[in-house]
């Protein structure tokens, strides 16, 4: 009698929750644990979050997406980050915040204090040259590539969009040698940025995540 009145209530819990994951699976929901602070405060790590698939992927939302440049810095990996830039936008940064085509479009509630850059004084940013001296906490103006999008490739911008346009572009090494020339994206791309600005490994640092390496918007 003491182990049935015991499970009766245990059952009455788990059932519905395992039903309403079934039904969320169904649906195209998928829960994953986050592994690092990057998205603090929003989600901290060892939190379990809720991912939708969809093809619709908004501005400003958390995504969670594979890492694209697997070799680089890291091996393949899935990330967390906020998108910070659409195809087609012209991302910037000034003091940690973000400037999406000229407007401030933060929410500073949303982000950690920054007084203590990742890698500021050690690793170069993802499009640094000595000409822009691009920094973590002040970086860009970078525009990000989009679909049907044309963009006029040289050697001033070779850095930015070499690598993609030979991986994901079909462009031959041939091509890229002869700069300049014109390049119209055969693929979306996205900036993708952690909330922890000081403390988090994303677009700044290895570039531009191509849409098919988003997984999806979390919602929970």
Request: hydrophobic share 35%; aromatic share 16%; with cysteine.
């Amino acid at each position: 009698m003491t182990t049935n009145f015991f499970f009766l209530p245990i059952a009455a819990r788990i059932v519905p929750l395992f039903c309403i994951c079934l039904v969320l699976t169904s649906c195209g929901y998928k829960s994953y644990r986050v592994g690092s602070d990057a998205m603090e405060p929003t989600f901290s790590t060892e939190d379990y979050i809720m991912v939708y698939k969809t093809s619709d992927v908004r501005f400003y939302e958390v995504a969670l997406y594979e890492y694209p440049y697997p070799g680089k810095m890291y091996g393949a990996m899935l990330m967390l980050g906020r998108v910070c830039g659409m195809p087609g936008d012209i991302v910037k940064f000034q003091y940690g915040l973000l400037y999406r085509n000229g407007q401030m479009s933060d929410t500073p509630g949303n982000l950690l204090p920054d007084e203590n850059f990742y890698g500021a004084s050690t690793r170069t940013v993802f499009g640094w040259t000595k000409q822009n001296n691009w920094t973590p906490r002040n970086y860009g103006a970078i525009t990000v590539p989009a679909k049907g999008k044309t963009l006029t490739i040289s050697r001033d911008n070779l850095n930015v969009y070499g690598e993609i346009l030979q991986k994901f572009e079909n462009v031959s090494s041939s091509a890229i040698d002869n700069v300049p020339f014109k390049h119209v994206f055969i693929n979306d791309y996205y900036f993708m940025v952690g909330d922890n600005r000081g403390n988090s490994y994303d677009s700044r640092y290895f570039g531009f995540v191509p849409r098919k390496y988003i997984t999806g918007l979390v919602v929970l």
